[in-house]
């Protein structure tokens, strides 16, 4: 049993800041400029294929910082050149604008990459097994990941709190007006939390790439995910994301790891398998755990909206 | 007045255009057309692509070798995006065009809806019949309950693949513990329920110490997963499991330093090589109907040279489908033996047909019109010639299994025209 919790707590932590580092550039693009942005996954996708092509001829460390930064300018020139224009009409356009790039750097990936998976590799220097559990090894990706993701956390709280760039962001949202009056470039500002969003994600896409698949089809597969770390953390909120990560990390692990259903807790209660709630009563948690992030993103919405963190309703 | 009678201008132009526009009536010199029903956006469509560029390069070196009855093959692909009621309308659209011939093999659900959709629309609309020729949709039940005369299938069905793999574990006696994990659909969970039956029949000493189903194409992170194969002390895991859910299990198991081997499907398919790499090499299992380290290869220059020109000008790709060499000449032989596209007639051909095919002597069973054919199980090997996907890495013959041997009974009732 203790066996099954470590191993739970674990697995659902390193997957948990792997989610975070995904959902973190999307909660600061809508916290700050209360965009939602639907191809954040997109540029997800896009640190991916920066990095593994970057990397052909780099080698990976390089690529890793220089794949973000790519995709942050991909993101800037997304900003000052769609968004902006878009934004005057208002946030359904926007919604719009964002649905549909979504699809335009999909098909984009695909022409320039094949819809094949590319083999995109972790370093040698990290692929050795780091420290052994209970017979099952850990890898130094693994850790790295880690290491990576609570590193951005950190940088990006004190980005957003500790510095003067950190309070203007924030002024600019709330009172663009008058930050515009005291001399700051407003609009480039907005460019500039929406240029480290994307890059923000571009990071999570240089190593999800590598733990995952890189292929066209992972923004697609990882976009409805990143929309729950962000509503159950509550929207804009940078811990609320880190909180709402490792939960539905952890949960989604335990529920795989143990053998539960509605029959084995109430043992006693005898329920017919012809009848038509069976499926529910004999439903084994491990045929439950890949839906429950979405039944949270549900819950949360109905009984707590503005999320774990949030300011304000989603 | 003159305002009506520039739209009636117009109206006629456009009238006019679209008679221009429409099909040419496909008159019997025309090509044979073959409507190809995949997934070519979206999730799947590497897979989708992948498979239309093997028909097309089948369908042109039958057109280069001087075609069907003086006609050429041509390959309409359509866009069935990966749904079942997408298909169905395609197949109105191939019955509208007069297109006789469709194939599809990705989701045995949309195969499903096809057989119904075909066999409905040859009921109701007789001059536009369609023979519908699958060639990877593995659901026992197409050929089983839910069979149909119109169609027919290339690829061996799940049972048939599960009793050559159970047989083929029988004989392995360093099995002790298996572990079953499968996408939780008709396809993974017949997989579930039938091989834990044909294992407890061959060797009862084997103890099935786990059985996961998971949904497909969702989960991201097979480490939980893992643990629990870990935990259970298995030494060998079966899965029907494909495209990247066989890829994130596999290499999430190596990551964990998991030592098993994986008894799959698919293990060979496109794209999952290239993910797995090195980290399957002598753990990754594959059974199907040929592979491209094949000894019979070295027999047949002439389909060595046609991998080899396949892989020139699909670089990303090598030549996977088998089953569709054999589809094609084998429809091309039906319908010389109808001499014409007639559905009825060419489907009365197909039935009970022999192949002489690279791998040896293929069936079409008429029966249930499965194709009855060797078997292969190959393990993944950096020692090969032909690699898959680029990777390094191809797949070495473990055992071949003889056509008689890689069989399973039907209870098909075919119905008759």
Redesign the interface.
């Known amino acids: 049993m203790l066996e099954t919790i470590v191993f739970s707590l674990i697995n659902g932590l390193l997957y948990g800041m792997l989610l975070f580092m995904m959902s973190s550039g999307l909660t600061l693009i809508f916290g700050m400029m209360g965009v939602l942005n639907f191809a954040h996954a997109s540029f997800y996708m896009l640190g991916a294929y920066f990095a593994y092509t970057v990397g052909q001829v780099t080698g990976f460390w390089i690529a890793l910082c220089l794949a973000p930064v790519l995709v942050g300018m991909v993101g800037a020139v997304v900003e000052r050149y769609g968004l902006r224009r878009v934004h005057q009409f208002g946030h359904v356009p926007e919604l719009l604008f964002t649905f549909g790039l979504a699809y335009v750097v999909d098909e984009l990936v695909s022409l320039f990459w094949g819809t094949v998976p590319v083999p995109y590799k972790m370093p040698d220097v990290l692929n050795f097994t780091l420290f052994n559990l209970y017979n099952f090894d850990y890898s130094a990706f693994k850790i790295f990941i880690l290491g990576v993701s609570v590193v951005m956390f950190v940088c990006l709280y004190i980005l957003l709190k500790k510095t003067r760039a950190g309070l203007v962001i924030q002024a600019s949202l709330s009172r663009p007006d008058m930050v515009s009056a005291l001399g700051h470039n407003v609009p480039r500002v907005f460019m500039l939390v929406f240029a480290i969003g994307c890059a923000l994600a571009g990071l999570g896409g240089v190593v999800g790439g590598i733990q995952f698949v890189t292929e066209p089809g992972m923004a697609v597969t990882m976009g409805p995910i990143v929309f729950v770390v962000v509503v159950l953390g509550g929207l804009g909120s940078v811990p609320g994301a880190l909180i709402a990560s490792i939960i539905i990390g952890v949960l989604q692990t335990l529920a795989l790891s143990v053998d539960l259903s509605l029959a084995s807790i109430f043992s006693g209660i005898e329920v017919s398998r012809d009848n038509f709630f069976s499926t529910v009563w004999y439903m084994e948690s491990i045929r439950l755990a890949p839906v429950l992030p979405f039944l949270l993103l549900v819950l949360t919405l109905i009984f707590r909206p503005r999320g774990l963190m949030g300011k304000r309703e989603a | 007045m003159t305002n009506k009678k520039r739209t009636g201008i117009i109206a006629g132009a456009l009238i006019g255009l679209s008679a221009m526009l429409a099909p040419q009536g496909y008159a019997a010199d025309g090509p044979i057309r073959i409507a190809y029903i995949e997934p070519l956006s979206?999730?799947?469509?590497?897979v989708g692509?992948?498979g239309l560029k093997h028909f097309r390069f089948a369908a042109e070196k039958i057109n280069e070798a001087g075609g069907v009855l003086g006609r050429k093959f041509e390959i309409v692909p359509m866009d069935n995006k990966q749904s079942a009621s997408e298909s169905v309308q395609l197949v109105q659209r191939a019955a509208d065009e007069d297109i006789p011939f469709i194939t599809q093999g990705n989701g045995s659900n949309v195969a499903g809806a096809l057989v119904e959709a075909v066999d409905r629309n040859n009921r109701r609309n007789s001059d536009h019949k369609i023979v519908y020729l699958n060639y990877a949709a593995v659901d026992p039940a197409l050929t089983n309950e839910r069979c149909s005369f119109y169609h027919f299938r290339f690829d061996a069905n799940s049972e048939i693949k599960l009793e050559v793999i159970t047989n083929y574990m029988a004989t392995q006696k360093d099995i002790k513990k298996v572990f079953l994990i499968n996408q939780?659909y008709s396809h993974g969970q017949f997989i579930s329920k039938t091989a834990k039956t044909m294992l407890k029949e061959k060797r009862p000493d084997v103890e099935i110490v786990g059985d996961?189903?998971?949904?497909i194409?969702?989960?991201?992170?097979f480490?939980?997963?893992?643990?629990?194969i870990?935990?259970s002390g298995a030494d060998s895991v079966i899965t029907g499991n494909w495209g990247?859910d066989l890829?994130?299990l596999v290499r999430a198991a190596d990551?964990?330093?998991l030592d098993v081997k994986f008894y799959t499907y698919y293990g060979g398919g496109?794209?999952t090589p290239?993910?797995v790499?090195d980290r399957g090499e002598g753990k990754l299992l594959q059974i199907t109907e040929w592979q491209s380290n094949a000894k019979v290869n070295q027999e047949h220059p002439d389909y060595e040279q046609w991998m080899n020109e396949f892989k020139q000008r699909y670089p990303?790709?090598d030549w996977y489908y088998h089953r569709v060499y054999n589809e094609m000449y084998m429809l091309k032989a039906a319908i010389e033996k109808a001499g014409s596209t007639d559905a009825d007639a060419v489907a009365k051909a197909l039935e009970g047909m022999t192949f002489d095919s690279i791998t040896g002597k293929v069936t079409m069973r008429a029966a249930d019109h499965q194709l009855i054919q060797p078997m292969y199980i190959s393990v993944m090997d950096s020692n090969v010639v032909h690699d898959v996907?680029?990777?390094g890495f191809g797949f070495t013959t473990l055992a071949q299994i003889p056509a008689d041997q890689a069989t399973a009974p039907t209870t098909c009732e075919m119905k008759r025209p």
């Open positions: 979206g999730a799947f469509a590497n692509d992948a939780d996961v189903l998971h949904p194409g969702q989960v991201r992170d480490a939980p997963y893992v643990a629990r870990q935990q990247n890829s994130l990551s964990a330093g496109l794209g290239a993910v790499g990303d790709i996907d680029n990777s």
